[in-house]
């Protein structure tokens, strides 16, 4: 169960435009396929359900969401969503059904910070290779108003996704294990990197914040041992 749900993750950033599917459609098709089939291996588990102010909440909004769906002028819309993002119902139950499976498992933090910071890793790569053969070999490739966009489609998207990933980056950073710090650091430029190509002036911007709040939090972190040792 654990590594099926750590292989959704990696895999669902990394699925790009397929014969007649789009970046977002593949990307949900995969999505509610892989976790259709990873709640019924749950369900055959007989799980104890443990509730909480989060998952009651929670709940609540899918209730409210399938209520108002239903009231809804269009039907199909309301419940399957709409090109290309198909954000209705059925999308969001299946994240909360996610959520709720992620919950329960046992799965390690670190374990998710590497699967998380290795897909990163490869959408950062193609959004560099990209850049390089469209603006330094003028080699057609993929673009979005001149912009390479990876395996997301839109240049905001991705980037968007590398920086939510970045704090994974800096978790692995920290650790005492040599090997990890350096796939921390190694993961972070690289994904530091694919959002600088992106052109996203946001994303970069709260790249650049996030980047300040590490130095900060190392500086501390080493006034911290030099107080210790001087003291």
């Known amino acids: 169960m654990n590594l099926l ?3 959704v993750v990696f895999l669902t950033p990394l699925l790009g435009a397929t014969g007649g599917f ?3 459609q593949i990307k949900v098709l995969f999505f509610i396929l892989s976790i259709s089939l990873i709640g019924f291996i749950w369900l055959l588990g007989k ?5 909480n102010s989060i998952k009651i909440i929670s709940g609540i909004f899918i209730l409210i969401l399938f209520i108002t769906s239903t009231v809804g002028i269009d039907l199909k819309s309301s419940f399957l969503g709409s090109d290309p993002y198909f954000q209705g119902w059925v999308l969001y139950a299946y994240l909360f059904l ?3 499976i992620v919950s329960l498992t046992k ?3 670190t374990h998710w910070a590497y699967v998380l910071v290795g897909s990163a890793a490869v959408v950062s790569f193609l959004a ?5 053969l469209l603006n330094l070999f003028a080699t057609p490739v993929p673009s979005y108003a001149g912009r390479v966009v990876s395996t997301f489609g839109q240049p905001n ?3 968007g996704f590398l920086l939510l990933t970045l704090p994974f980056s800096y978790l692995l950073f920290k650790s005492l294990d040599k090997k990890l710090q350096y796939l921390g650091w190694g993961s972070g430029l690289i994904s530091i990197i694919g959002i600088l190509v992106s052109y996203s002036r946001a994303t970069i911007l709260l790249a650049l914040v996030l980047l300040i709040l590490g130095l900060i939090d190392q500086l501390k972190i080493k006034l911290r041992l030099g107080l210790v040792v001087f003291g």
Request: charged fraction near 25%; proline fraction near 4%; hydrophobic fraction near 50%.
């Open 47 to 51: 799980p104890k359900l443990k509730l």
């Open 128 to 132: 560099i290779k990209d850049w390089i």
């Open 5 to 7: 749900l750590l292989a």
């Open 22 to 24: 789009g970046y977002e």
């Open 98 to 100: 996610f959520a709720w």
């Open 107 to 109: 799965t390690r933090l």
């Open 157 to 159: 998207f991705y980037s």
